[in-house]
Structure formats: C-alpha cells, structure tokens
C-alpha cells in the first residue's frame, strides 16, 4: 500500500530524515516510535505533502502512484489522512460548513455526487456518537477554543468522517488523559480492517495498549534503526531510548 | 517557502471580473466639462423646479470654492474635473409607465447582472429600482408598497411627485457644504433613489437599488434619500457594477438617511464597481458620502457593507445618534486586491443620552494593494452614558499589501465608555495546510478562511445578499495567498 524508499528531507536546510525505509500493507498497523527530534514530524508531514519540507531523495509509492507528484489536497483525496499533532484553528469557520466542504471535495474526486445537507448531518451524528465527542464542538469553528483534548478527539473525529484508507496519526496521545486516550483509540481501532492501513507516532508505549501495532519501528537521527514487533515498544518503556541512542551510534 | 509564497501571490490575476461587459445602447450625453450652464443643463434635462436648479447652482458655487480632501491614506491621480461627462443617459421613450415601455437592451442587461426587471421574476421580497448612468431604469412594486403609504421611486420622480419631502430632507443630513464630493454631487447628481416609510409602516420588502455605470467617460453621482417615520421599518439594499475600462471612472454619491422616534433603517451594501486590471489599469473611483442621523428618541441606524470594487474607496458612512436611547451599527467588510486603494471607514457622533454605537471593520489586503480603516468616535458633552465599542480587525495575505487603522476618539462626557480593540492577523500557511490535507484545495481554502473571518459581519446581510457576498468574496481573492 504505502512503500517508503530510502527517503531524505530537508527542512530550512538541514537534513532531518536520513534514509527512511517503510512498508505498510493494508490492515497493517505501524508504530513509529522515537525521542524528540528524530524526524518523526517530518516523515508525517512529508507523507501528507507540506511544500515547506524538501524531499531530496528517495521514493515513496502509494496505491500504485507516485505521492510525491500529488498535491497534498490530492493525497487527501486519495485517502490519506494526518491526524496533526497541533490542530490548527479557524475562527469563524463551523467544523460543519468545513467538513461538509472537505467531504464533497472527496466525493467530487472520486466522481461521486456530494451529500445533501441532510445525509451530511446524519453521517455527522453516527460518526460524532462514535468518537463520543460533544456535540456541540460541531457547531463551533474549526478548533477554535478547543482544549488540547477535544482537538484531538476532533481529529479522530474528522477521520473516522472521512474514512481515510491511510490514518497518519502525529503523537495523537500527547496531552490526552485516559479517558480521552480511550475514545482516540477506539475511534482508530473502528478504523482498523483488511484493507486500510494505519501508522501511530508516539513517545510513548501506552496507547499501543490499546492500538495494537503489527510492528513497530524505532525512528532515531533520521533513520530506522530498529524495527520489531509490539514488544520493542515494552522494551523502549522499560529501558528508554538510551540504549537506542548507544546502540546505533556504535554502529555509526 | 518565500518562492512558493511569491508564486501563489503572484497568480493573483485580479480574476475576469464578472460584470464587466458594456451594453451598446444609444446614449444622450451632453458635452465634457463643468460650469454652471452644464449644472443648468442637467436640471433642465431632468425638468426640475426652480428651487432645485437653484440648489444645484448654490452647491456649484460653494464647490468651486473648494479642495479636493488629501487627508486619506490614498494616492489619488490629479483628476481632471473638465474631462468628465456629467450627465448620460440611455435613450428612451419619455414615460416608462410599464415594461413594455423599457428598452429591451436594458431589460437585458439588469438581466446579466442578476436583477430581472419583471416583477414575477424578482427574488419575492425584493423591490428594487435600477439606476443605469445618470437615469432610474425602472422601479418594481413601486404600486404594492404604496398601498401601505410606502414611497419607492426614482429621486427624480421624487422631486417631481413630493417636493415638500424632497425640500425638507434633502440636505439634511448631508450638506451641500459638507465636503467636496458632497458638493460636487449636489451640483450634477442625475438620479438614485427616494424611500419614505409612513408613521407605524414596517415595510414588507426588502427595497433595493441597483447601480451601474455603463457609458465611457461618464461620472456617475447619485443620491439615495431614506426617511423613516416614527415606529417604521426598512431594511435597504444597495449593489453596484461597471463594464471593464482602461480608464478610470469617478463616482460620487450621497446617501441620507433619516430615522424618527423608534424607527428602525437597515442599509446594506454590496459595492463591486469595476476594480481595475491587476496592473491596476482602470476602475472606479469611489468617492462617497454615506450618513444618516437617528433623530428620533431609540431610533436605530444600521450600515453593513462588503467594499470588494472600486480602484480607490473613500467613504465613511456614519450616524448621528441625536435622540436619546439610539443605536447606531457599522458593520464593515472591505477587501483590496492587486493595486486597489481602500480608505473606509465611519464616524459615530454621540450627541443624545444613553446613545450606543457598534463599529466591526474586518479589512482584508492582498496583492499589492492598501486598505485603511479610519474611524471617528465623537462624544459630546450632554450624551450621558453613551457607549461605543470598536474593533478593527485586518488580514493579510502575502507581504506587499499594506493595511492601516486610524481611529480618533474624542470624548467630552465623563460618564461615557468607549472601547477599541484592533488585530493584525495573516492566513497562516499551517492553515492553508489544515485544509489541503482534509481535500480542500487552495483557493477553496482561502475562500473559506476569509469567509470565516468575516462571518460577524456577513451575518448582519440580508439572506439573499449574504450568498452573493460570500461567493464576491471567495472571487476577489482567488490565488492570493500569503
């Protein structure tokens, strides 16, 4: 589904990713785990086609297609959805009025007739009851005034929308208590089937407790340089990152 | 990131503006120039009274006497006054009693422009009269509202029908003498529109007038005349147009509007004469005084506008608040794109007790255009408790616009409170990302974002217009992002 080949970006002139190699079939659940600074932003935000990050070489092939010759509205419309780390606010834009807008782009793209009005705000009250989040956020603008939490939820909320067939999620988990970690998940686990695909960025071993990674890869410098299945991460709860660290600048 | 900035602002194309075509029609104009046998001419034209050519005379006199204002944050080209045609008129039959009486062309054209004529064909809730160059066109339901006492008609008709009116108001709130293109239009104004509203009268309809300028070389001045009687209701609408030209045109017109005891007016414009090419080419030159005084004790005063047109805007519609208990709302949206000028905004003069007043300007500035907000709050001595809040609000997309605010308060009553609140924002790339990344693209984005940022003053439009402004909006801005 999604192939990363040897993938280098430079952001503002520095090399931030240094040889990425991923590959994510559909059903599959990735986990890119990674202390603060070792590219996992990046590689998210590469994936989802922000101009500002400059990819100098590598391959990444999705569907079939080359992404990054789409733009990023039409990586989106191709199913790719990035659950950002820092929601961005729209004052005076109603989360209706955008995703309805959001939603009929996709249905244009896909050559299909977009909802009446109707049909939308039904689709918006089962997908709402699904993500268990207030009803109100709804009626308000685009993230604006949201607390750290409802941001996240209204993430996972836009996706489980859109039902994108791959979910970037971008450290979902940070700022969230446990409640709110538990409706995040549950909304990627309605997520999860054979044919979609989902990759977490986290810094932390505890909602892969509840979103069960098939594997998991550890992202240090720039680079892959581990990759394991859902106990690597019991390992990097238990030890930390250093001896990651350790390990491959000996190898370095 | 600079080039890709640099790239989208520079596809600001300054889009087909969409009304820009010319109606080949005969035109009757009389010669280029100003002087007081022209100003005697156009009475005459018009087949006024004395006492209106007398007027028209006065207010030449004072005009000569007079500057042009360079007080505004706009560089205006020297404008020479004897190079422009005052009065143009599409040739018609003398009495347009129905229909059938209007050229067909003109029927056309209001028809392009979205304003059917026929009455059966009009949004239901609308009359509308349309003024084409310096000559009302035709005046819809003018028959259904004046079995309520409602007047709607041409201001020639006006003039014509109820001079007494006419005499009484006219001037009233905006003098001759009041500034320069006050003066200017009361000598050579050709038509506009005239709207009384009986004692107890809410009117039924929404009244409108549609404007377009369609001859070359033309000035267009009009003047609208609102009086609204104790315990009346009217919510008035206002659009205006002009075909796509090299050279620039000069537009000045007057608006007055008066409320008695408990009266309520609500003017709202959508203003989208010609704005010029993106190498700032052409375009309108929007030179407009806009002021109504709420004379009557909790009467109520209400400007909305969205400014999309028009190469240089100067207008400032603004309220007396003389009886006590008034209220008086400046809602205001105006965007500049490409080398468009914009120095807009109101002037709120508290004069009776417990008066509030309510300034919303959202400025919007792209390309490589200037877009000031300039707002007056004046409190006098015996306007006890009176209150005002302001809050001007500019965005920008892209670095080579300029946006400004000038507010002046000056208070003379210790008891009154009056607030300001201004903001400098941009669209944020991360924004525009937000949307890319949900399927929307670009232009769609800013579209929206801009729409949200001006939503407290879109919501103040009328329905039908609200529509029309979102979309003007969305147009008037295709591609330019900062």
């Known amino acids: 589904m999604l192939s990363i080949k040897d993938l280098k970006v430079k952001v503002e002139g520095r090399d931030i990713l240094k040889g990425i190699n ?47 010759d789409l733009s990023p509205e039409d990586r989106a419309r191709e199913g790719i959805f990035l659950g950002f780390q820092y929601p961005v606010e729209i004052p005076g834009v109603s989360m209706v009025n955008f995703l309805r807008t959001a939603l009929n782009e996709h249905m244009k793209y896909k050559g299909e007739k977009p909802l009446s009005a109707g049909d939308f705000l039904k689709l918006m009250r089962e997908k709402k009851e699904l993500v268990d989040i207030n009803s109100d956020l709804t009626s308000r603008s685009v993230n604006e005034g949201f607390s750290g939490g409802e941001k996240k939820k209204n993430e996972i909320f836009q996706m489980a929308l859109l039902n994108p067939r791959l979910a970037i999620l971008d450290e979902t988990d940070s700022g969230l208590d446990i409640d709110a970690l538990r409706i995040v998940a549950k909304g990627v686990n309605n997520l999860r089937s054979k044919d979609n695909a989902i990759i977490v960025i986290t810094h932390y071993q505890r909602l892969l407790d509840y979103i069960v990674p098939d594997y998991v890869h550890v992202l240090y410098n720039g680079k892959i340089v581990k990759s394991g299945d859902k106990t690597l991460a019991y390992e990097l709860e238990k030890n930390g990152y250093d001896w990651i660290r350790q390990e491959s600048d000996i190898n370095v | 990131m600079t080039s890709e900035q640099d790239k989208i602002i520079n596809e ?98 209001f028809n392009k422009l979205g304003i059917p004529l026929e009455e059966q064909k009009l949004m239901t809730g609308v009359a509308v009269d349309a003024v084409m160059d310096s000559i009302s066109v035709k005046t819809t339901f003018s028959e259904t509202l004046a079995k309520l006492g ?231 001595k015996g306007a006890e408790n009176a209150r005002n809040f302001s809050q001007c609000d500019s965005l920008l997309l892209g670095d080579k616009c300029g946006a400004h605010t000038f507010p002046y308060i000056e208070v003379d009553n210790d008891s009154a409170i009056v607030e300001h ?36 003053v879109l919501n103040k439009l009328p329905m039908e217009f609200a529509v029309e402004a979102q979309k003007l909006l969305a147009i008037s801005l295709e591609g330019s992002v900062g």
Request: aromatic share 10%; charged share 25%.
């Open chain 1, 22 to 68: 991923i590959d994510v079939k559909p059903g599959e659940v990735h986990a890119i785990m990674g202390p603060n600074g070792s590219g996992k932003s990046t590689l998210a935000a590469t994936l989802a086609g922000k101009d500002t990050f400059e990819v100098t070489s590598g391959e990444v092939r999705y569907l079939g297609k080359d992404l990054l």
């Open chain 2, 12 to 109: 600001v194309t300054g889009n087909d503006y969409k009304y820009g075509f010319e109606t080949l029609i005969e035109t009757e104009t009389l010669p280029k120039g100003l002087n007081e046998e022209i100003v005697r001419a156009i009475s005459a034209k018009k087949d006024e009274p004395e006492w209106m050519t007398e007027l028209r005379i006065k207010a030449f006199r004072h005009w000569q006497t007079m500057q042009m204002p360079d007080w505004a944050h706009l560089k205006i080209p020297k404008i020479d006054y004897q190079d422009i045609i005052y009065y143009a008129a599409p040739k018609q039959k003398p009495s347009l009693d129905s229909l059938d009486d209007v050229d067909p062309e003109l029927i056309d054209t």
């Open chain 2, 150 to 380: 409602i007047i709607f008609c041409s201001f020639s008709d006006a003039v014509k029908n109820y001079p007494d009116l006419v005499k009484k108001y006219m001037g009233s709130v905006v003098p001759y003498t009041d500034n320069f293109f006050a003066a200017l239009n009361s000598a050579v104004f050709s038509d506009g529109s005239f709207c009384f509203i009986p004692k107890g009268v809410r009117c039924p309809m929404e009244l409108s007038t549609y404007f377009r300028i369609n001859a070359a070389n033309t000035g267009q001045f009009e003047r609208t005349l609102i009086v609204a009687e104790d315990d009346s209701y009217v919510s008035y609408l206002e659009g205006c147009t002009a075909p796509q030209r090299d050279e620039n045109q000069l537009h000045a017109a007057i608006v007055e509007i008066v409320t008695m005891e408990n009266a309520e007016v609500k003017y709202s414009t959508v203003q989208n004469w010609y704005p010029g090419n993106k190498d700032g080419v052409g375009g309108i030159y929007n030179f407009v005084t806009k002021r109504g005084i709420c004379k009557g004790d909790n009467s109520k005063i209400s400007w909305t506008q969205v400014e999309t047109g028009s190469a240089i805007t100067w207008k400032y519609p603004s309220c007396i608040l003389k009886g006590d208990n008034t209220t008086a709302e400046f809602y205001s949206v105006a965007v500049t794109n490409n080398y468009q000028q914009a120095d807009t905004g109101t002037k709120m003069i508290h004069i009776g007790k417990n008066s509030k007043s309510v300034i919303v300007s959202k400025g919007i500035s792209a390309g490589k255009s200037q877009n000031s907000y300039r707002g007056l709050v004046k409190v006098l």
């Open chain 2, 421 to 456: 609140e201004a903001t400098t924002s941009k669209i944020g790339e991360d924004q525009i990302f937000y949307c890319n990344q949900r399927g929307i693209e670009t232009e769609n984005a800013i579209g929206l974002i801009v729409n949200g940022y001006a939503k407290e």
